[in-house]
């Protein structure tokens, strides 16, 4: 058997803390669900692995390495061996970068590093034997390509709903619901990983809230009992989210319906989980260092002539689609000027693959599109997969070589930094780890 440990703890920060997730700064003032840091464990006797997940937008290679450092001191599992990914949730813990309206709460990020990375220890404090297994199942159609072509010929992010000029969705969803659940020797599931792919950024407003992974978890706990870890960790879903632009916009409770039908695919996945046939923990890790993306001196030229003439409208609440065109406008050309100002000639960011058995966990960083994380899966050495974004900081969009366009959000400058054909080259590198694994 394997030896397996999970953890939860409580970070949901103080209320007027900001809220990252869209255009304007948002505060805290109240709590529709509370967020959670949640921590997995896996040994074989000879090595082991730790990753954590948060109910967060993103976090920066800088709280990353200081939370897997905290672990390595209190665990001795090397910092290498430990991976932090975030849920994306736009309703999060207070910490953004790169936006001119948003900023961390400095006090709060000092003790998330030390709750974090204290999850991942009482994980490991409670390792127990455990029989891990693995499954899938396909979901209903929960999450859809933000991506659309349009009657004339161009590519659009997030359209409005019912625009008569919207002629097809560009490209597929993935609707795999894979989990990997521990039990104990007695047949009792302590937790799982579930991994599924769509923007978390259903929930609106000022309140906390883990979006439909946390109605996820109480759906689970009322079935497996309030010790079972659900960690949801997300997909690459950085073309994808909830909304089928060809319909009406979803209601306001549309995450709970959400949340409560992927818990039944959970389950289902988990009824049909078999034992994995490989008892070895590995892991591998490498750094990729990318040449940053220049900017185009007529955007740059642009956004400072809307900084000069276009006046902020305070409160407003600014996110892609259904807002005011102009403040979104004047927004992403301050996130503009302020990427220039900090710019960079290279972007390093890390990958890792950690083998669990015979199931294989690829760990990328940002917000690849969908299309990576289904090529990972096609390509992959097993069978039995789990492909996580948003692990080891978050350092924008990977979109397709053939999207960089205009009206495509994620690749606009302000949301990558990288040059067409990033994506599709640290897909091949991260394969190319999982070979070296098996």
């Not at 079972?228 to 709970?256: E, Q, R, W």
């Amino acid at each position: 058997m394997l030896k397996v440990g999970l953890y939860e703890k409580d970070i949901t920060p103080p209320l007027g803390c900001i809220i990252p997730g869209y255009f304007n700064a948002r505060f805290a003032d109240d709590v529709k669900d509370r967020l959670y840091a949640k921590a997995v464990v896996f040994s074989d006797g000879e090595s082991t692995v730790g990753l954590v997940v948060m109910d967060a937008l993103l976090l920066s290679a800088e709280i990353h390495d200081a939370i897997c450092m905290r672990v390595q001191e209190y665990t001795g599992i090397p910092a290498s061996n430990v991976n932090i990914c975030c849920t994306h949730t736009h309703t999060g813990i207070p910490y953004a970068v790169d936006h001119t309206n948003l900023y961390p709460d400095e006090e709060y990020i000092s003790m998330l590093k030390r709750l974090a990375a204290d999850c991942v220890i009482l994980a490991y404090k409670r390792m127990t034997d455990c029989v891990v297994e693995y499954g899938t199942e396909i979901a209903g159609e929960w999450s859809f390509q933000r991506t659309y072509r349009m009657k004339d010929g161009r590519m659009q992010t997030a359209p409005d709903n019912h625009d008569p000029d919207i002629l097809c969705r560009d490209g597929q969803a993935d609707h795999q619901v894979a989990v990997l659940v521990a039990k104990n020797a007695e047949g009792k599931p302590l937790g799982a990983m579930i991994n599924y792919a769509c923007h978390l950024d259903i929930v609106k407003g000022n309140a906390y809230s883990g979006d439909f992974p946390s109605i996820i978890s109480y759906e689970l706990k009322k079935l497996y009992g309030q010790d079972f870890v659900s960690m949801f960790v997300n997909g690459t879903c950085g073309n994808l989210n909830h909304v089928d632009a060809t319909k009406d916009y979803p209601p306001s409770d549309h995450y709970i319906k959400m949340g409560k039908a992927l818990a039944q695919t959970a389950v289902q996945a988990m009824a049909n989980a078999r034992k994995l046939q490989d008892k070895q923990v590995a892991c591998v890790k490498k750094q990729l260092i990318f040449p940053t993306r220049p900017f185009d001196p007529r955007e740059l030229e642009e956004a400072r002539h809307i900084v000069a003439t276009v006046k902020e409208i305070p409160g407003a609440t600014l996110a892609i689609g259904g807002s005011d065109p102009e403040q979104v406008a004047l927004v992403r050309s301050k996130d503009l000027l302020l990427m220039y100002d900090r710019m960079t000639s290279e972007t390093k960011v890390w990958i890792q693959v950690m083998k669990v058995g015979d199931c294989l966990l690829y760990l990328l960083p940002g917000e690849p599109f969908v299309q990576f994380g289904i090529k990972i899966k096609e390509k992959s050495p097993v069978c039995k997969n789990l492909v996580i974004e948003l692990s080891g900081g978050g350092c924008g969009y990977f979109p397709l070589k053939e999207l960089y366009v205009p009206t495509v959000f994620e690749s606009q400058r302000q949301s990558s930094p990288y040059l067409p054909g990033t994506g599709e080259q640290m897909v091949e590198e991260i394969l190319r780890l999982a070979d070296q694994l098996m």
